[in-house]
């Protein structure tokens, strides 16, 4: 298969991908996400990036936004991670907008994309030509004298769709890391990241009548679940 040539070449799941995908069919949610959490590749249950990539999609295009976003942190650590750990032999300035632009173009494909492409065959591979790509772009730029990194961009909506996936990813991340009970993570998205207002009547629905909870607690929650972001973020910028 030449990667250069992608128009040209019909994609399709190898085997390993394929193999993977049918196993992720009889297992539940839970033990998929601790399965994607697997970093051995020789370890039973792990499942291949490229696999989890097709999962991501699938969910997302199912309305499964919850399942889908809780793989996204997961993929995005492990995308990150690699990202860094190839591009250890580059200038420390330079390594880290070669990481960003691999990673905001990663995103951006993984938002926008619903059909198979190299995310979904080679998913390393892919990972690795995206930031030697963004290296050649990055020392051109060096070379015009040029710090417009927007001019070396094709995304169409200037990346909005991969920043709103990372917000959501990076919050359902928080999610799993701190709140203990599956209700509360499930509350917390509904009101952090869900489009519905918490009581309005006069809508087609609301959280009132969604999770059958009273007002005020879904409002106090909502204002407990702020301040502890509020001081999460205060925590990691100390």
């Known amino acids: 298969m030449d990667e250069e040539n992608t128009e040209a070449v019909e994609l399709y ?5 394929v193999r993977a995908l049918d196993w992720i069919e009889g297992i539940s949610s839970e033990q998929l996400i601790a399965a994607a959490q697997i970093k051995d590749q020789n370890k039973s249950g792990f499942i291949p990036p490229a696999a989890l990539v097709r999962i991501i999609r699938r969910f997302r ?5 919850e399942l889908s976003d809780r793989l996204v942190a997961i993929l995005i650590t492990n995308a990150y991670d690699y990202v860094r750990r190839v591009s250890t032999g580059f200038e420390v300035g330079d390594r880290e907008d070669v990481i960003q632009e691999t990673m905001q173009t990663f995103l951006t494909e993984l938002a926008e994309n619903d059909g198979i492409d190299w995310w979904e065959v080679t998913f390393h591979r892919e990972l690795r030509r995206r930031a030697s790509d963004a290296y050649a772009r990055l020392i051109g730029r060096h070379r015009k004298r040029s710090a417009e990194l927007t001019d070396d961009r094709e995304f169409s909506d200037d990346g909005e769709a991969a920043a709103a996936l990372q917000i959501r990813a990076t919050l359902v991340a928080f999610a799993d890391k701190r709140l203990k009970t599956e209700e509360h993570r499930r509350l917390f998205l509904l009101l952090m990241l869900g489009d519905l207002p918490i009581d309005a009547p006069e809508a087609p629905n609301d959280l009132v009548r969604l999770t059958g909870k009273p007002r005020s607690t ?21």
């Open 13 to 17: 799941h190898p085997p390993f991908v």
């Open 61 to 65: 295009t199912d309305g499964k936004l």
């Open 218 to 238: 879904l409002a106090n929650l909502k204002t407990d679940f702020t301040r502890m972001l509020k001081a999460a973020l205060v925590e990691k910028a100390s």
